[in-house]
């Protein structure tokens, strides 16, 4: 089992920027597929970028070349910067935890959640 607390969000300008963690503990995180999502108010969860254990990533199609996932094993911590920030950016931003198989940008394929962390970008 893996309990997994975000903090970082805020609110901010458009092209701002802001820094995300997760940070797990529980299970061995280096072990889990770790996913960003996120929520706006009356719209459904979206996947916003995930990392496998092997580092390999993936990025939804509007965050592209703006958020960048990383993980830092040793800390059991999951990281999302974000650059660039655009008010359709709000949301609140969840992180997942899956033990796959593979690691994909839906939600169904993660068994573990955060509470999440909200932002909220002002234009």
């Known amino acids: 089992q893996v309990q997994l607390v975000e903090s970082g969000g805020g609110s901010v300008q458009a092209g701002g920027s802001l820094r995300l963690s997760c940070a797990a503990s529980g299970s061995p995180f280096s072990r889990y597929c770790m996913g960003w999502f996120r929520q706006a108010p009356g719209k459904e969860r979206v996947g916003v970028s995930v990392?496998?254990?092997?580092?390999?990533?993936r990025y939804a199609d509007s965050v592209k070349g703006r958020f960048t996932i990383s993980r830092d094993n040793a800390k059991n911590t999951l990281y999302l910067q974000i650059n660039s920030l655009k008010p359709e950016d709000t949301a609140m931003y969840h992180c997942a935890a899956g033990l796959g198989p593979g690691c994909y940008l839906y939600s169904w394929a993660y068994k573990y959640w955060g509470q999440g962390t909200q932002v909220t970008v002002s234009s």
């Open positions: 990392i496998d254990s092997d580092g390999s990533t």
